[in-house]
Nanobody
Framework: QVQLVESGGGLVQAGGSLRLSCASSGRIVGIRAMGWYRQAQGKQRELVAR???????IYADSVKGRFAISRDNAKNTVYLQMSSLKPEDTGVYSC?????????WGQGTQVTVSS
C-alpha cells in the first residue's frame, strides 16, 4: 500500500511564502514522477509542478519563477517551496505519485492567500 501525506498548508498574506511537504510510504515500484496539483473553488484541478525520476521538472506558467519543486530520496519526500504568493494561488494542493501502472493521491492541504 502506498500512502501520501501532505503538510505545510495554511493562511498567508500576499507576497509571503509557504513550503509544502509530501511524505510517501509503503512499497513503491517504477516511479515515473511526483507532482503537485491544485484546485480552486469551482475550478478544475491543474498541474502546478512535477519532478520526474530523471530529476527533470515542469512548472505551470503561472508559477514559474515563484515555486520550486524538490525531493529528498532518502526521506521519500517531495517539497513545494512557494514564494511571492498571490491570492490566485489559493486552493487545495494535492500530492501525486505516478508509476508505470498507477497514480496515487494524498488527501490535500489547503493554501489560502489573502490580499
Amino acid at each position: 500500500q502506498v500512502q501520501l501525506v501532505e503538510s505545510g498548508g495554511g493562511l498567508v498574506q500576499a507576497g509571503g511564502s509557504l513550503r509544502l511537504s509530501c511524505a510517501s510510504s509503503g512499497r513503491i515500484v517504477g516511479i515515473r514522477a511526483m507532482g503537485w496539483y491544485r484546485q480552486a473553488q469551482g475550478k478544475q484541478r491543474e498541474l502546478v509542478a512535477r519532478i520526474f525520476s530523471s530529476g527533470g521538472t515542469i512548472y505551470a506558467d503561472s508559477v514559474k519563477g515563484r515555486f520550486a519543486i524538490s525531493r529528498d530520496n532518502a526521506k521519500n519526500t517531495v517539497y513545494l517551496q512557494m514564494s511571492s504568493l498571490k491570492p490566485e494561488d489559493t486552493g487545495v494542493y494535492s500530492c501525486n505519485l505516478v508509476t508505470m501502472t498507477s497514480s496515487d493521491w494524498g488527501q490535500g492541504t489547503q493554501v489560502t492567500v489573502s490580499s
